[in-house]
């Protein structure tokens, strides 16, 4: 399944896609130093919670290969610069701090193997790879799970962009809607425009568009009208952190929509990789919600399209368990009660198969 790709290690660097530019335009940026890394991930070059995660690790691994220290002790005490700057750039996507665990972890078991400096920045160096490769690979499985559950025609339902520029292989709530039409479902997708950042508008239209599955736009507000339509067979979305009870936080504006499929008897289905889940807080009450740049609201590309006026931009909202209908994962599909299903798939040891 060839798709864009949003982030790619190379011999010159860690190139990026500038999401922020599509469709209009494809323009690509090479990062040599972790805080280029940060800020790009501040500004949304890349955005979406997994690719967030592949970028942090790939961040990371820039720090340690271009660290002029000269032990590994002291490589290990630049670290305490480099991961804060890293995690601090988006609060409530869990894939972020997930991934540079993880890459914390290898650091200390390589500087356990060997004093090496150069070893262990090539190990490094691997294992942020090794974080991009099996998100292409967690992206099929996932796509896998949930494709049996999309109806056999008709439409669905996605938000934001939970596709390969949001993870780095073939996307999550994106990935389920490829593996089904490529099984031969009939599906058209209805893409609400997500403001304020118009993610939907932008890349999922771009990214259906580019594959040739069939789409239509709507604005935000038409999600109600469609729903009651009676002609949607299913939402599927993605998540950037998901609660031990189910409570699963996504985009602003898929709690309004998880509501309205519960009232119109459409089913809503969640889309994310087990690192999404952050199992040490109870419920989504105890989720950070990002607060934007309000400009982001009151202007658009750059021209202001309000007064000047206070405006607000939470770029997230947290769907209540209740309201979702199954999670689906690399590991399998999570049911209510979500506080078991997910405890067991986050300790399961389901081997996933390598990416395509």
């Not at 008709?154 to 389920?176: H, R």
């Amino acid at each position: 399944m060839d798709v864009a790709q949003p982030i790619e290690w190379t011999d010159h660097g860690v190139v990026m896609l500038d999401q922020r530019r599509l469709p209009s335009e494809e323009i690509s940026y090479t990062y040599t130093d972790y805080r280029e890394v940060a800020k790009a991930i501040r500004e949304m070059v890349i955005r979406g919670a997994p690719a967030i995660g592949v970028a942090a690790a790939m961040g990371f691994a820039l720090g340690v290969l271009h660290s002029t220290a000269e032990s590994v002790e002291a490589l290990r005490a630049e670290l305490g610069q480099i991961c804060p700057t890293l995690s601090q750039t988006r609060p409530t996507a869990v894939d972020l701090r997930w991934a540079l665990d993880r890459m914390c972890s290898r650091f200390s078991e390589l500087a356990a193997e060997t004093s090496d400096l150069a070893k262990i920045k090539q190990g490094v160096v691997e294992e942020a790879k090794k974080v991009h490769l099996e998100k292409r690979a967690i992206d099929e499985a996932i796509g896998r799970f949930g494709a049996e559950f999309m109806p056999r025609e008709g439409q669905v339902m996605t938000q934001c962009n939970a596709g390969a520029l949001a993870t780095g292989g073939i996307g999550t709530a994106l990935g389920v809607i490829r593996v089904a039409y490529e099984q031969g479902r009939r599906l058209h997708v209805l893409v609400p425009e997500t403001r304020p950042y118009l993610q939907g508008a932008r890349l999922t239209a771009w990214e259906l568009h580019q594959d040739g599955i069939p789409l239509t736009l709507i604005t935000d507000n038409m999600v109600g009208h469609f729903l009651k339509s009676g002609k949607v067979g299913a939402i599927v979305t993605g998540a950037d952190r998901i609660a031990a009870n189910g409570d699963t936080a996504n985009k602003i504006g898929t709690y309004q929509m998880a509501v309205l499929a519960k009232e119109n008897k459409v089913p809503f289905y969640i889309a994310a990789p087990v690192s999404t889940f952050d199992l040490s807080i109870s419920d989504g009450e105890h989720i950070p919600i990002e607060e934007r740049s309000a400009t982001e609201v009151t202007h658009l590309q750059g021209v202001r399209i309000a007064p000047d006026v206070q405006a607000a931009h939470p770029a997230f909202d947290v769907t209540p368990a209740k309201y979702i209908a199954a999670i689906f994962t690399e590991r399998g599909v999570a049911r209510a009660p979500y506080k078991e299903s997910l405890a067991a798939l986050a300790q399961s040891s389901r081997p996933i198969a390598a990416a395509r």
